[in-house]
């Protein structure tokens, strides 16, 4: 990069890679704030970190996922974060390293926007002390399914006492999942994590004991409305160190669980 560099040399459609995560924008909206980091960058002002990955994208060593907040911010030059959002220091951090005063004031003082998805009033139950509102809980839905077989012993005999289970996965809006299931959750397999104000199907929990999952349901005011069971395959799939018994009674089962 030669050393009289202007934003002329910039295209006008840019290709970011912002920690890992892809992004395209326009020139004028990383140049709009000219007293931000972005725009010292894309001007030319800045040459020690304007760098490019393999592909050849604009490289920026920040947090790829609230970077979506920080160029939503500079489109529209006001804040809007989805409600259950907390990561407000992480956000508020970002926005001072890109150098965007009025994106700081505006995150200290921001009030979440509420839910696109009415929420119908629902009177309590007879025997509940207070709504769901008065108790300051969200409302919501979220899914239980598990996989399960019961063991094989000798000549090819059932112990229905002994329940197999692979794993219990949980879908649902991700805030209402976490503050269900806390630290139990697993959260490995989950391809947007950090991202609140979604729903997803890519969650399990850490053990496999289905009481435990309902039992923290029940706490957090969850109640059962409705459930689903696949039955046994007859021709199930046959994994190692599974009995060809166990694979015939593999089965699938779902619960949902509502709080209104």
């Given at each position: 990069?030669?050393?009289?560099?202007?934003?002329?040399?910039?295209?006008?459609?840019?290709?970011?890679?912002?920690?890992?995560?892809?992004?395209?924008?326009?020139?004028?909206?990383?140049?709009?704030?000219?007293?931000?980091?972005?725009?010292?960058i894309?001007?030319?002002?800045?040459?020690?970190?304007?760098?490019?990955?393999?592909?050849?994208?604009?490289?920026?060593?920040?947090?790829?996922?609230?970077?979506?907040?920080?160029?939503?911010?500079?489109?529209?030059?006001?804040?809007?974060?989805?409600?259950?959002?907390?990561e407000?220091?992480?956000?508020?951090?970002?926005?001072?390293?890109?150098?965007?005063?009025?994106?700081?004031?505006?995150?200290?003082?921001?009030?979440?926007?509420?839910?696109?998805?009415?929420?119908?009033?629902?009177?309590?139950?007879?025997?509940?002390?207070?709504?769901?509102e008065?108790?300051?809980?969200?409302?919501?839905?979220?899914?239980?399914?598990?996989?399960?077989?019961?063991a094989?012993?000798?000549?090819g005999?059932?112990?229905?006492?002994?329940?197999?289970?692979?794993?219990?996965?949980?879908?649902?809006?991700?805030?209402?999942?976490?503050?269900?299931?806390?630290?139990?959750?697993?959260?490995?397999?989950?391809?947007?994590?950090?991202?609140?104000?979604?729903?997803?199907?890519?969650?399990?929990?850490?053990?496999?004991?289905?009481?435990?999952?309902f039992?923290?349901?029940?706490?957090?005011?969850?109640?059962?409305?409705?459930?689903?069971?696949?039955?046994?395959?007859?021709?199930?799939?046959?994994?190692?160190?599974?009995?060809?018994?166990?694979?015939?009674?593999?089965?699938?089962?779902?619960?949902?669980?509502?709080?209104?």
């Amino acid at each position: 990069m030669s050393d009289d560099q202007t934003s002329d040399d910039f295209p006008s459609i840019v290709e970011l890679n912002v920690g890992g995560v892809f992004y395209t924008t326009s020139l004028s909206t990383l140049t709009k704030e000219t007293d931000c980091l972005l725009a010292e960058i894309f001007t030319g002002k800045n040459k020690s970190l304007t760098i490019r990955d393999s592909k050849g994208k604009y490289y920026i060593d920040r947090d790829g996922v609230l970077f979506r907040y920080v160029l939503d911010y500079l489109r529209n030059l006001k804040l809007v974060l989805p409600e259950n959002f907390h990561e407000k220091e992480r956000l508020k951090q970002e926005a001072e390293y890109y150098r965007l005063p009025n994106m700081v004031k505006s995150i200290a003082s921001h009030h979440y926007a509420k839910s696109a998805i009415p929420i119908p009033h629902v009177r309590p139950a007879t025997n509940s002390h207070c709504t769901v509102e008065e108790s300051g809980k969200t409302p919501g839905c979220i899914t239980v399914g598990y996989r399960g077989t019961f063991a094989f012993g000798r000549d090819g005999l059932a112990d229905v006492k002994f329940r197999k289970l692979s794993r219990i996965i949980v879908c649902g809006r991700v805030s209402l999942c976490k503050d269900v299931f806390k630290d139990t959750l697993n959260e490995s397999r989950d391809p947007d994590r950090g991202v609140e104000d979604r729903y997803t199907n890519r969650y399990f929990l850490k053990h496999n004991f289905l009481e435990q999952a309902f039992d923290m349901l029940a706490d957090e005011g969850f109640r059962l409305v409705a459930s689903c069971g696949s039955g046994t395959n007859n021709a199930g799939e046959l994994k190692p160190g599974m009995d060809t018994e166990e694979a015939k009674w593999q089965h699938y089962n779902e619960f949902v669980f509502v709080r209104r």
